[in-house]
């Protein structure tokens, strides 16, 4: 397989530049709105797509996003909806993952949801609530696959922790650059530079070669570039969010706005 | 004291896991972000729990100040319509009026042994967060609770406590605005202030350690009541119970009789509307194996893994997850869990305070509810029930269910009342 988002990294990176990595629920404001405004977003510039997965209980999630995901759970959005969308994102040629809490994937069926994201030309998963040492059966089932694992690393992590959480991953890893949950952020985090350079020295150590993406706060073009100096991606995802919630029924006006900030964002990472 | 040996056989092993055959339950399925803490909690609650200034500074807290040991007392008039013998650990008689108030202390002593200024909670009925409010007050350290909307409401009474305590009471309008949605909001406030707060979790639920150390700090119930029962009447009960919902009350009154295996022992969960209808709490005897607030344990869920909205009359046992340890007692075979429904729930709570004169929690009222259908098919048995907490929370309720504002109705000659 070669859905793994590592070409998008290496080709960012032969670019001299962050990669921009765009995350959007599945099923907001519904199946086919999602897939579209995700189109749109790879069409403007992103180079990775993260697609959630609505849960009842999203705990990681701040306001913007738990409203978008409720909207979706109430339109009735299913797990199999989720790899329905991954299969239109991917078919861009775009890397796509989807990022999920645990139970879902679980309540499928790991080995059934690696086989079937596999099918639809899935990247793999980024879990922010399933940590390497809780998870030996997605590791199992992601490997079989040849799928990516992206766990997450936050400013808490010890130095043991770091190590054992990159030596997992495949693809990237995630750095949650703030204590806390999603949501944009006026200043980007003073806790994220601290947090990149531990990571990568943590690669370097172990002879690794993994990108690392630093995700939460980010909104607008400046701070991209500002994170684009010292991470090799940008993930965002309130931000997204945000455009399409304010333009409600307008869906025309909700594609524009996205659009518009999927450029300012991509001449950001540019800048870095 | 007791003959139970937790962290052994019964578990958790070092990874947090509760086994039972082939399931793991409990564990730490938990955002990174919060592990380190988790760890260090972990380390700090072991420690004190080999510590003896620690262990005699609880139990001297636990006497002097919530006035620990309880009673055990026999109801000799409702043993009489049972026609078995009910024992009753009075629980109700505690300091803030529930068993809670054994975990809250032992919580906040860790927080300050960790050096924490801040308590966080989440709270159903608001048991919870008035005992966390108290152990704020008492120790000095600030206090926030989450409290699910719908809770607020029907637990003004505990809103008012709390405030008066100084605590910050926080309503949580998010998904069914209730127990489960207050810990998704607790959680989300600790991950941005775990350096200075410390989340005083209410039951023996969530990542590991807590579902081991909520247990831990209410096992007194099970010990006292095993030496007590005992004492009193020269013999172990036939048959131990306790209402369960997220589980604190009862694996703190099962832990002490685990092995005693003549010794039966019955979980009472929320029927609600009845479970053969969407509107229950009954997590163990409807729900599946899926993963809820960091944990690996009985959950209700739909196809996709999504969480199914519980209801019980009782804000207590409104919860759609249960620890997993009672997860894996059910699932050894060890304990029996039953649903009890709303009706059958607040007749037993009449009925309590008819024949004994003690008016019970709504949540201990399921547990007094399903000890009579015991009663009813091991007639002669000598049945110890965990009464967990009163129910001076429960009269906004009582008055609507009974319609005792309206009329003078008699809730003993009306079972299932006026709704």
Not at chain 2, 240 to 255: E, K, L, Q, R
Request: net charge negative; charged share 20%; glycine share 12%.
């Amino acid at each position: 397989m070669t859905a793994s988002s590592t070409a998008a990294f290496a080709t960012a990176r032969a670019e001299g530049r962050a990669a921009l990595v765009g995350y959007l629920p599945a099923g907001f404001p519904d199946v086919p709105g999602s897939i579209e405004a995700m189109k749109t977003m790879v069409d403007a510039g992103c180079d990775v797509i993260e697609i959630g997965l609505p849960y009842s209980d999203p705990v990681m999630d701040g306001p913007t996003i738990q409203a978008a995901a409720q909207q979706a759970l109430e339109g009735g959005v299913r797990t199999q909806d989720v790899l329905r969308a991954v299969e239109a994102v991917a078919a861009t040629g775009t890397p796509t993952l989807i990022m999920t809490y645990w139970n879902p994937v679980e309540r499928y069926g790991v080995e059934r949801f690696a086989r079937d994201l596999a099918n639809a030309g899935g990247a793999g998963l980024i879990t922010p609530d399933l940590t390497p040492d809780s998870g030996g059966a997605w590791i199992a089932a992601a490997d079989a696959h040849d799928l990516d694992k992206v766990f997450l690393v936050a400013p808490s992590s010890t130095d043991a922790r770091l190590e054992m959480t990159t030596r997992a991953c495949r693809g990237f890893v995630y750095a949650t650059a703030v204590m806390g949950v999603t949501g944009a952020r006026a200043s980007t985090s003073d806790l994220a530079g601290p947090l990149v350079a531990r990571t990568k020295a943590t690669v370097a150590g172990w002879g690794g070669d993994l990108p690392v993406g630093v995700g939460l706060g980010v909104s607008n073009g400046d701070q991209a570039a500002e994170v684009a100096g010292y991470a090799d991606a940008v993930i965002v995802g309130s931000a997204f969010v945000r455009p399409l919630l304010d333009a409600g029924s307008d869906r025309a006006a909700g594609l524009a706005a996205l659009r518009a900030l999927t450029e300012d964002l991509a001449r950001g990472v540019r800048a870095g | 004291m007791s003959t139970g040996t937790p962290g052994g056989f019964w578990g958790p092993d070092e990874t947090g896991h509760f086994v039972s055959g082939d399931v793991q339950w409990g564990g730490r399925f938990m955002p990174e972000a919060l592990i380190a803490e988790l760890d260090e909690l972990t380390a700090v609650w072991t420690d004190a729990m080999a510590d003896p200034e620690f262990l005699d500074e609880f139990a001297r807290l636990l006497r002097e100040y919530a006035g620990v040991p309880s009673l055990l007392y026999e109801a000799t008039r409702l043993s009489e319509h049972a026609g078995a013998r009910i024992l009753l650990k009075r629980e109700d008689l505690n300091h803030t009026g529930a068993h809670k108030i054994r975990n809250v202390l032992g919580q906040a002593l860790l927080a300050k042994r960790m050096g924490k200024t801040r308590l966080i909670a989440e709270t159903g009925a608001g048991q919870h967060g008035v005992a966390t409010a108290t152990a704020a007050a008492y120790l000095g350290l600030e206090c926030a609770v989450y409290m699910g909307k719908v809770d607020t409401e029907r637990q003004a009474l505990n809103v008012a406590r709390m405030n008066l305590l100084g605590a910050e009471v926080i309503a949580v309008d998010s998904g069914s605005m209730t127990l489960k949605d207050a810990i998704n909001e607790a959680i989300r406030d600790w991950v941005a202030s775990v350096e200075h707060t410390a989340y005083c979790f209410g039951t023996a639920a969530g990542p590991h350690p807590f579902p081991a150390m909520v247990r831990d700090f209410c096992r007194g119930i099970g010990d006292e009541a095993r030496v007590q029962v005992l004492e009193q009447f020269g013999a172990l009960p036939d048959i131990v119970t306790a209402c369960v919902g997220g589980g604190s009350n009862a694996i703190g009154m099962f832990t002490a009789f685990l092995d005693d295996a003549d010794v039966r022992i019955v979980g009472f969960e929320a029927g609600g509307d009845g479970v053969e209808t969407p509107r229950h709490a009954a997590t163990i005897h409807a729900g599946e194996v899926g993963v809820l607030h960091g944990a690996r344990t009985y959950v209700l869920q739909d196809e996709d893994g999504q969480t199914i909205e519980s209801h019980s009359i009782s804000a207590g046992l409104d919860y759609p997850g249960v620890g997993p340890q009672h997860s894996q007692l059910a699932h050894l075979g060890r304990a029996d869990y039953q649903p009890v429904t709303d009706a059958e729930a607040m007749d037993a709570l009449a009925l309590l305070a008819r024949t004994e004169g003690i008016i019970c929690a709504i949540e201990s009222a399921h547990a007094v509810a399903g000890s009579l259908r015991l009663a009813a098919e091991n007639p002669g048995a000598t049945i110890l029930i965990n009464l967990s907490g009163r129910g001076d929370k429960d009269m906004g309720t009582a008055i609507e269910w009974f319609g005792l504002a309206s009329s003078d109705v008699d809730p003993g000659e009306t079972p299932g009342g006026a709704r």
